[in-house]
């Protein structure tokens, strides 16, 4: 008779698995300028920090901590490309609002957590799992998950900028289960992102779920998980557990 797996570690996805933002970027961006007296349109800011931000993960990944960067310093950058990108060329008006966009994303008010994310995680917890964070995030999370009332259900909280890994590197999933001191076989991952949290939690023998988020998952996407991985809300996760628990192990 298969022996039945029995998980110990859930490792966790936050921005779009737990929390989100309460208002899109350009919007945060846009309401910000506006309050210092400069107008710019919401859509333009949104799409110019998307091209700023990838750009700058791109030089600088980890929050440039191989760089002598301060994350703090990698976020100001940000904004003051995102602005310029949006046609604002005066970086000496931008700096305030650069400084001001910065604490107010460090703040729990401008995040809202996803609906069942607190009941999941204290199932969880009830089940006897024990739980942690792998989120690619800068040192401002775990401020943010004690503002929100998250914290208290992770063992710990491991972000790229601490690790100096983004997902999906292993370096960073091998870490976390390092700190948990368990091997990958026994945990499993839970995200949104294919790439990051699917793909990336797998390639080091972990299980994974992938969170549907809104909009339908792209076709190939869909096609390579298994539809018993994909979760359409965070209430589908202890049904699917049991689902995964009641395999044999390595499924």
């Not at 210092?36 to 931000?53: D, I, K, S, W």
């Not at 590197?169 to 091997?183: G, K, S, W």
């Not at 972990?206 to 869909?222: N, R, T, Y």
């Not at 202890?238 to 390595?250: F, T, V």
Request: contains cysteine.
């Amino acid at each position: 008779m298969a022996r039945r797996l029995q998980l110990q570690l859930l490792t966790w996805d936050v921005k779009d698995t737990l929390l989100r933002l309460r208002h899109p970027v350009g919007e945060e961006y846009a309401a910000k300028a506006r309050a210092h007296g400069l107008e710019v349109e919401a859509t333009a800011l949104g799409q110019a920090f998307g091209r700023a931000y990838r750009a700058q993960s791109h030089s600088f990944p980890s929050y440039g901590l191989s760089h002598g960067l301060t994350s703090r310093q990698w976020w100001l950058d940000v904004v003051l490309q995102t602005f310029h990108q949006a046609g604002v060329r005066d970086a000496q008006a931008v700096a305030p609002i650069a400084e001001q966009l910065y604490e107010d994303f460090s703040s729990s008010r401008t995040w809202q957590v996803l609906e069942g994310a607190e009941a999941t995680l204290r199932g969880c917890r009830k089940r006897g799992l024990r739980l942690a964070v792998v989120s690619n995030f800068d040192r401002r999370l775990e401020d943010i998950l004690a503002g929100v009332g998250l914290q208290e259900h992770f063992d710990f909280v491991l972000t790229s900028e601490t690790a100096g890994w983004p997902k999906p590197d292993p370096r960073i999933f091998h870490e976390a289960l390092r700190l948990a001191q368990v091997e990958p076989a026994v945990a499993a991952h839970i995200g949104d992102s294919y790439q990051c949290d699917y793909k990336g939690a797998r390639a080091v023998g972990m299980h994974s779920f992938l969170v549907a988020g809104p909009e339908p998952l792209d076709p190939a996407v869909k096609d390579s998980v298994p539809q018993e991985h994909i979760l359409p809300s965070l209430s589908h996760l202890l049904p699917a557990l049991d689902c995964l628990e009641g395999s044999p192990p390595g499924l």
